[in-house]
């Protein structure tokens, strides 16, 4: 009978490279919040401004800029 | 008598013939002749009494005449002053809902135009956010510097850490 694989994967997008202790506070907070292991995978995009997303299967967290000024535009639009 | 020239004897006879002359004027001529002329005049008497009931008729007739022609006269007028009336009434009714049609007319006109504003201000305020984010998002990037970004890294793992600690 075949184990059951039950590692997680975890995207996270910042505008910048994480540096490692950026990495570790973020991998601890994670491991807080979804149970099991979990795999990282890092990428650089400038569309995000600054900040940090995360998405772990269905949790996303996303700490961007980009997602910040998209609420100030609906704030301001409405 | 004899001296006074009358002959008694001639004086009868001729009062007698008188007598027979008078009897039969009165029977054969005064008779028949007055007859006739109470046969006319009762003729022409009933001939008067026809023509001037005749008259009185006429003149009556004329008398309907004239009232039916006033009556008439009056309904007609009667008529005319009720259609006036009604045409005056009518115009009115016409004029009030003239105005009531213009008012409404005005005001749905106002309420387009104040739409049309609306939405034209709504256009410029939701094009001057677009703009102002564009802004945003391009001038953002050259602004950061590398410790900005690490400060605002460690800010945000601070708050992704407190929303996974109010999650649990």
């Known amino acids: 009978m075949k184990a059951i694989d039950t590692t997680k994967s975890a995207f996270v997008t910042s505008a910048v490279a994480l540096t490692a202790s950026e990495k570790k506070q973020l991998e601890e907070v994670l491991s807080g919040s979804v149970p099991g292991p979990i795999t990282y995978s890092y990428q650089v995009d400038a569309d995000v401004l600054g900040g940090v997303k995360v998405e772990v299967g269905d949790l996303i967290l996303d700490s961007t800029v980009a997602s910040q000024l998209k609420k100030v535009k609906t704030i301001l639009e409405k | 008598m004899k001296e006074l020239g009358i002959e008694p004897v001639l004086l009868l006879a001729q009062i007698v013939n008188f007598g027979i002359i008078l009897f039969v004027l009165k029977k054969f001529l005064y008779k028949p002749i007055l007859s006739m002329l109470d046969k006319r005049k009762a003729e022409i008497e009933e001939g008067l ?38 045409l005056e009434e009518q115009k009115k009714q016409i004029l009030a809902e003239a105005h009531t049609q213009a008012a409404e007319i005005l005001a749905k006109a106002k309420t387009q135009a104040e739409k049309v504003a609306e939405a034209g201000e709504e256009s410029m305020k939701s094009q001057a956010v677009e703009l102002a984010t564009a802004m945003v998002e391009k001038v953002l990037p050259d602004l950061l510097s590398e410790s900005d970004h690490r400060k605002l890294l460690a800010a945000k793992l601070k708050d992704m850490e407190k929303a996974v600690k109010s999650i649990h």
């Open chain 2, 49 to 86: 009494a026809a023509a001037a009931k005749a008259t009185r008729s006429e003149e009556k007739q004329k008398e309907k005449e004239a009232e039916l022609l006033m009556q008439a006269k009056k309904d007609a007028k009667a008529i005319v002053d009720q259609a006036k009336k009604q």
